[in-house]
Structures are given as C-alpha cells and as structure tokens.
C-alpha cells in the first residue's frame, strides 16, 4: 500500500511520551497510520503521513498528543493529491504557494 506525504515541512503533530500511557487509541483512530505502540507507549512512525485531522488528539485520554487540525488545509491536501497538483488553502505567506 502506497504511503502518503501531506505536508513536505511536517506537521504540528506533537507527542508527549512521558504522558503516554500506551493504550492504543491513537494507532486505532488514524487513518494513515502514523503511530504505533513501542514498548507499550506511542511511537511517531511517519510524521509526514499526518493530514492533521485531529482525530488522534481528540481520543488520547491524557492529553498526551497535540495537533492543530486545519480542515481547510486537509481539503487543499486531498484535492491536490487527486489533481495531481501542490496543495493550496489561500493561505499562503509572501507571494509563496503553499499550504499553512
């Protein structure tokens, strides 16, 4: 199976392990498989592979991940990614395309 890159810069995806209590919700609800359980705590496995949904923060019970969903930028993400093109959310700085 293919693996996707969104954002060629990373993400704001951020992991606190020491917060981590190694249940598992995060590897059950990503759907791009960016994490897995190491040694019975979450592990970033493919930073870039984050679209910043939001759904991994939303269900980790401590808090432990943060992540700035941006629903504009997922959308320029799929879009881009179906016409084949860089993605674009009209939020771009200095002149420069681009996606937050």
Known sequence: MKTWHYLKNGTSLRLDAARCIGCGACTAVCPHRVFRLEN???AIVD???CMECGA???NCPTGAIAVQPGVGCVAAIIIGKLTNRPP???????GQAGCC
């Open 56 to 58: 991994c923060a939303g």
């Open 88 to 94: 674009t959310c009209g939020c771009d700085s200095g």
């Open 47 to 49: 930073r870039l592979a």
């Open 40 to 42: 019975r705590q979450a």
